[in-house]
């Protein structure tokens, strides 16, 4: 790989950009990278939780063509963690480990989806223009290696429903707060967080580097081809779930002590 170019990996553009790449493992382009998000992910994680008793939670949804079908409302920490492709449905995660093994046999590789639910964020947390909070969980997790796409709420399954069908109506809460009875807005709403769950979903794209044979450059800019050779994974999503909790609670807890300067939502429970 020194002298070549991964196809569909970040080795022609940092060479373009900086004119050196760090071909051995990726430098910057690798998932690497993200064990200082983790750990601060950590401590922002902790935070939240002490002064306002958030929680975040990720889970594999999807690998490939295969989806899991999750209760977003009761999935808990227990469930995704019982098994190692993060995916909290028995059925689901034996058919997505199957998947995978049979991608790394073949010396392919598959992609898939995160979801994540975030309970108990007050409403008001976000801006109202620039710094939308579904702008700012879209910008933390779009600049996770290998994520490709963003929704929250419905998503882009809102195109195919009416207004009538889309919008949350209100209804009075137990607490004395408007509560909705949908969640199409995935709790967000011009850009600032209703109290109800934020729901989103990253998608991941398949590994970059594969044992397949693929046609190629190298840095002459002469045809030629590439066969990855050592420990590559074939699927990223099980790794993928600590790197989104993670952002999210970066993001979160940056909005939240935003949220202090303004004292809106009164004292932190």
Avoid at 163 to 172: I, L, Q
Avoid at 235 to 261: F, G, H, I, S, Y
């Amino acid at each position: 790989m020194k002298d070549v170019y991964r196809p569909s990996h970040a080795d022609y553009t940092i060479d373009a950009k900086y004119g050196i790449r760090n071909w051995q493992g990726g430098g910057r382009a690798s998932a690497r990278e993200t064990i200082g998000r983790v750990a601060a992910g950590a401590i922002a994680r902790k935070l939240l939780r002490e002064v306002a008793g958030v929680e975040v939670l990720a889970w594999v949804s999807s690998v490939h063509k295969i989806d899991a079908h999750v209760d977003v409302d009761s999935v808990t920490l227990a469930d995704v963690e019982a098994d190692p492709t993060r995916c909290p449905v028995p059925e689901s995660a034996r058919a997505m480990t199957g998947a995978i093994e049979d991608a790394r046999r073949d010396g392919d590789s598959l992609g898939g989806i995160v979801e994540c639910v975030v309970r108990n964020l007050p409403a008001g947390v976000g801006e109202p223009v620039f710094d939308k909070l579904d702008a700012e969980l879209a910008k933390g997790m779009l600049s996770l290696p290998a994520a490709k796409g963003f929704e929250i709420g419905s998503g882009f399954a809102a195109t195919t429903m009416t207004g009538r069908e889309h919008n949350d109506a209100f209804v009075p809460g137990d607490d004395g707060r408007p509560r909705t009875r949908t969640n199409y807005s995935g709790g967000v709403q011009g850009g600032i967080s209703n109290g109800e769950d934020i729901v989103f979903r990253t998608a991941f794209k398949p590994t970059a580097t594969i044992s397949s044979e693929q046609d190629t450059v190298d840095t002459q800019g002469n045809a030629t081809t590439l066969a990855a050779r050592g420990r590559h994974d074939p699927c990223v999503l099980p790794r993928a779930v600590p790197m989104v909790e993670a952002m999210a609670c970066l993001t979160l807890a940056d909005l939240w002590l935003r949220q202090q300067m303004v004292d809106v939502l009164g004292p932190a429970r």
